[in-house]
């Protein structure tokens, strides 16, 4: 299957005004890629997590007056929906593209997930690349860098995990839109799955 990378056309998709304006470019100009993403990813992770993986891809259904200002395919152990879970994201705002092991607010098992993320702190805070950024709203693209956290830094956002109701946990790479529209389509397919080969504990964890 060919992947293609994502251009500087499908992050300038976020630009166009209007709800319907900006959801006829995304279902043109990116959709298509992030279901080839969907196609292709979810038989790898399938294999890599033991868990059989199906892609969903968001289709901002609820919208009905601000466009979306990102978008993705998350993939998830359930092949009828994916927030209830740990899954896997990839996805672009206007500024980036992403690659996300994501707990978000709706998993019902938080406070689990949020212990045994506790008792590997130590471990997660060596493990994990410098350059990894963890995130606690997927709504925003605001980040906060691996390499500036502590064991207890980690710990604080795991606890919030069990014991906040709108709490998540993000963790994985933002790649500029500059960098992002340098990459060619192998290197584009082999930055996602070393993304996905570093986060693959996090998701062996909860």
Partial sequence: MNIASFTADD??????????PRMDA???????KLQAL????????????????????????????????DTWVAFAANSRGYKM?????????????????????????????GKSLEQQADRLVK?????????????????IPHESLGVEDLNVM????????????LCGIQISRDD???????????TIQDAFEHLLPLYKLT
């Fill in 11 to 20: 992050f300038n998709v976020f630009k166009i005004d209007g709800l319907e």
């Fill in 26 to 32: 995304l279902k043109e100009r990116i959709q298509p």
């Fill in 38 to 69: 969907g196609e292709h990813f979810s038989q790898r992770l399938s294999v890599m997590t033991g868990d059989e993986m199906f892609p969903h891809v968001a289709k901002h259904a609820r919208r009905t007056v601000n466009p979306p200002k």
């Fill in 85 to 113: 879970m740990p899954h896997f994201q990839i996805g672009l705002w206007e500024t980036h593209m992403f690659i996300w092991y994501a707990v978000i607010y709706e998993a019902p098992n938080k406070m689990e997930i």
């Fill in 127 to 143: 493990s994990i690349p410098s350059h990894y950024v963890w995130s606690m709203d997927h709504t925003k693209p605001e980040v």
């Fill in 158 to 169: 795991f606890h919030r995990l069990q014991t906040v109701k709108k709490a998540e946990i």
């Fill in 180 to 190: 992002a529209i340098q990459l060619n389509d192998d290197d584009f397919i082999k």
